[in-house]
C-alpha cells in the first residue's frame, strides 16, 4: 500500500469551497485523462478515464464510492479499478483558516493487490505524491477561478500523464526487458 496527504490553503470561504466538493463530477473532471462521469446515485460513480504510456492506450473504468459526506469539513471515499487490482481510498478534510480562507487536506491510498502488487508499488511510490499535488493544485486553481479569488484556470489537458499510465508504461518496459523483446537489431 502507497499513501500520500496534500494540503493546499485555498482563497475562498468554506461554504464556497464546499459548493464544488460536493459535486463529484468536479471531482472526476480533474483527473488526467477524464472522458466521463456517471452518477449512479448519491455515493457512487464511475469514472472513464483514458491513460496512455508510449504506444499503450487504455480506457479505464474507476469505479468511485463516497462512505462518508460530512460537509463541509469531512468526505471519506473508496475506489476500485474495473478489471486491474488495483483499490484505494481517500479522505478530504477542511478547516477555516479565516473568513475567506480554506485548508483543505486530501490523503489517498493506492493498494495493489496479486503478484505484481510489490512492483505497482515501487513504481507508483515515488509518482503518488506529485500526482496528488497536481490534483490538489488544480483543486485550489479551480475553485479560486470560480470564487473570483485568481485568475481563470486553464482546461485540465487530456494528455497529462497520470500515475496509472506511468505505471502502464513502467510494467510494459519491463515485460519487454524479462521477455528479451526490447533488444533492437541495426539494419545493416
Known amino acids: 500500500m502507497i499513501e500520500t496527504e496534500q494540503v493546499v490553503a485555498i482563497q475562498a470561504?468554506?461554504?464556497?469551497?464546499?459548493?464544488?466538493?460536493?459535486?463529484?463530477?468536479?471531482?472526476?473532471?480533474?483527473?488526467?485523462?477524464?472522458?466521463?462521469?456517471?452518477?449512479?446515485?448519491?455515493n457512487d460513480s464511475r469514472w472513464t478515464l483514458k491513460v496512455g504510456a508510449g504506444g499503450l492506450l487504455r480506457t479505464v473504468n474507476v469505479h468511485v464510492h463516497v462512505d462518508e459526506w460530512d460537509g463541509p469539513e469531512?468526505?471519506?471515499?473508496?475506489?476500485?479499478?474495473?478489471?486491474?487490482?488495483?483499490?484505494?481510498?481517500?479522505?478530504y478534510m477542511a478547516r477555516v483558516l479565516g473568513s475567506a480562507e480554506t485548508e483543505v487536506s486530501l490523503r489517498v491510498r493506492v493498494e495493489g493487490s496479486g503478484p505484481m502488487a510489490p512492483m505497482w508499488e515501487a513504481m507508483g511510490k515515488p509518482l503518488l505524491p506529485k500526482f496528488a499535488k497536481a490534483f490538489a493544485?488544480?483543486?485550489?486553481?479551480?475553485?479560486?477561478?470560480?470564487?473570483?479569488?485568481?485568475?481563470?484556470?486553464?482546461?485540465?489537458?487530456?494528455?497529462?500523464?497520470?500515475?496509472?499510465?506511468?505505471?502502464?508504461?513502467?510494467?510494459?518496459?519491463?515485460?519487454?526487458?524479462?521477455?528479451?523483446?526490447?533488444?533492437?537489431t541495426s539494419p545493416n
Open 13 to 42: 470561504p468554506i461554504e464556497r469551497v464546499w459548493d464544488y466538493v460536493r459535486s463529484i463530477e468536479g471531482w472526476a473532471s480533474l483527473m488526467p485523462g477524464f472522458q466521463q462521469c456517471e452518477v449512479i446515485d448519491d
Open 74 to 91: 469531512r468526505v471519506t471515499f473508496s475506489y476500485r479499478l474495473a478489471g486491474d487490482p488495483v483499490q484505494g481510498g481517500g479522505l
Open 137 to 184: 493544485d488544480e483543486l485550489k486553481a479551480r475553485i479560486e477561478a470560480i470564487a473570483g479569488t485568481s485568475a481563470p484556470v486553464q482546461a485540465v489537458r487530456a494528455d497529462k500523464p497520470s500515475l496509472l499510465a506511468f505505471l502502464f508504461g513502467k510494467l510494459r518496459a519491463f515485460w519487454r526487458r524479462a521477455t528479451g523483446s526490447d533488444r533492437h
